[in-house]
């Protein structure tokens, strides 16, 4: 029993139908063994006997036409009576033959053969002591010399040849009875056969379907409950298998997978744990910038009011009064102030991006393009196509155009009028939006250093500002789910390409807002638009 458990699942099943293979092999044969058997018993019935009794019949017949022959010839004295006494004789001669013939087919009946013995013995006798002695007589001395012998009346001669030849049917018979007796036992044997044949195959086929049920259907439910009480959250649950070798492999695959399963679990609620803490801590941090933003936003800007306001009072009271390196002084410190001013208020509006939110909603950007270009005037030349309608912040969105179209009217060349395009395109799921002036330009290799916070490309004395005005358009068009690059192949000015999720529309298209393309005359200054929740300053941040 122990080997036999280390089988495996198709070693046993392979084992089984052997068996049973075996069994209707050895059936089958003996199965065959009866059919010849059968055969040659219907082979006796139909090619041996029935052709030996209906030679028997007509045996009897030759005879009866032989007497008569000789009967006839007898009392006419005619030689053309004999003709039946001829023809029962060589009808006789070929019946004993066929009969002796058949009878030597297959197995050889001695009773036959000692009835034909005894057949032509008597019809010998007959002949030779009756029917020779008349038939002679007659032909010599005419029919008075023939009926003047005793053995013209010899008809016990006869009789006995007639009764051989029923013995000879007899024994036929006695042969065919046989035969038939033998053919419907071995009927009775294939049809005990067949049932033999046919419970066994019963039997062999309910203990395979045991088998299958106790090596597979209930170990596999058994592994099956005990997956669904793992997959119910029992990670610590072991799961064993039984049965089969093939399904106690299978048990411990899954019970390893379980236990990487449970492992890892357990590293991603480590993580997650450290993940809450990291938040917490990343809200704690937050609350600290938010109270940074507010003592920035009123504190710090207090003192420096002060300061700048002191400084312009000097500068006005005092001016020319003092000598030339004072006034020097006071307008350096005006400066200063000023600009950190403005430095302040450039940071709060990069901290307050997608902090302090009014919620997404649908916003045409041909309506943010015209607020943009209405904060303009003078002489340069913003043109716009038809731009699509999109998710996100109208506050910050105008903030975003009003920094790139402001950079681009700052960063002019001295001798060409500024002129800033403004395109969209559908590109999948996306509208790509280029910006596009004729200005000076941005070198390829400070493509991605101009979106990094107080990054500056050119002096402070040659273009004004903070340094912090692409920084705001890369965080905006990123709080919006876009991106944003510098395009610096272009042959003159630069190019900024954004790409901003399409607003999905019931028919699966992005409805935008056709605008007729438009140019306006502005001027290069630039103004802060901000909406509730929202505070930028659109207007000199530089990349330089």
Not at 30 to 52: F, H, Q, W, Y
Not at 283 to 303: G, K
């Amino acid at each position: 029993m122990p080997r036999f458990r280390s089988w495996t699942l198709r070693s046993r099943v392979m084992a089984i139908c052997a068996a049973l293979s075996l069994l209707l092999v050895a059936l089958s044969v003996v199965a065959a063994v009866i059919a010849a058997d059968s055969n040659e018993r219907i082979d006796v019935l139909t090619n041996k006997t029935g052709p030996m009794r209906t030679a028997g019949q007509s045996l009897d017949a030759a005879f009866v036409d032989q007497e008569t022959g000789m009967r006839g010839y007898l009392l006419s004295g005619k030689v053309d009576n004999l003709s039946p006494y001829e023809r029962g004789r060589a009808a006789e001669a070929d019946l004993l033959d066929q009969i002796d013939r058949l009878n030597r087919t297959g197995r050889v009946d001695t009773a036959v053969t000692a009835a034909l013995a005894q057949v032509r013995a008597r019809a010998e006798t007959w002949r030779t002591e009756v029917a020779e002695p008349v038939i002679a007589a007659v032909r010599t001395g005419g029919t008075a010399a023939g009926q003047a012998l005793p053995a013209a009346d010899g008809t016990a001669q006869f009789d006995a040849v007639r009764a051989a030849v029923g013995d000879l049917q007899d024994s036929i018979s006695v042969v065919r009875d046989a035969a038939v007796s033998a053919a419907k036992n071995t009927g009775g044997a294939l049809v005990a056969l067949e049932i033999t044949a046919a419970a066994a195959v019963l039997v062999f086929a309910i203990a395979v379907m045991l088998l299958l049920d106790r090596l597979i259907s209930r170990p596999v439910l058994a592994l099956a409950r005990q997956i669904r009480a793992v997959a119910a959250g029992d990670y610590d649950r072991a799961i064993t298998g039984r049965g089969a070798p093939e399904l106690a492999g299978l048990a411990d695959d899954v019970d390893a997978m379980r236990r990487k399963i449970a492992a890892e679990l357990r590293e991603v609620q480590q993580a997650r744990a450290e993940l809450d803490a990291k938040a917490a801590e990343l809200t704690r941090s937050n609350r600290d910038l938010e109270q940074f933003a507010y003592v920035a936003s009123h504190d710090l800007q207090e003192p420096l009011r002060k300061v700048a306001s002191f400084c312009q009072l000097l500068q006005r009271r005092y001016q020319g009064q003092l000598d030339a390196r004072a006034d020097q002084y006071i307008a350096f410190a005006v400066d200063g102030a000023d600009r950190m001013q403005r430095l302040i208020n450039d940071l709060l509006a990069f901290s307050r991006i997608g902090r302090l939110t009014t919620g997404f909603k649908q916003v045409d950007l041909n309506h943010v393009l015209g607020v943009v270009r209405a904060q303009h005037s003078g002489d340069a030349s913003i043109v716009t196509a038809d731009l699509p309608t999109v998710e996100g912040e109208e506050p910050l969105l105008t903030t975003l155009f009003a920094n790139l179209i402001g950079n681009s009217l700052k960063f002019r060349r001295p001798d060409v009028p500024p002129e800033v395009v403004v395109g969209a395109v559908r590109s999948g799921d996306t509208w790509q939006i280029t910006v596009r002036d004729n200005g000076i330009g941005i070198e390829p290799e400070f493509a991605d250093k101009v979106f990094v916070i107080f990054q500056r490309l050119h002096p402070r004395e040659a273009y004004e500002g903070t340094g912090i005005g692409l920084a705001i358009v890369k965080k905006i068009v990123e709080y919006h789910g876009g991106t944003i690059e510098l395009d610096a192949s272009v042959p003159v000015g630069a190019l900024f390409i954004i790409t901003l999720p399409a607003v999905a529309s019931p028919s699966g298209a992005s409805p935008a807002v056709a605008g007729s393309g438009s140019s306006a005359v502005a001027g290069p200054g630039s103004s802060a638009v901000a909406g509730p929740g929202s505070s930028a300053v659109a207007g000199p941040g530089s990349p330089a």
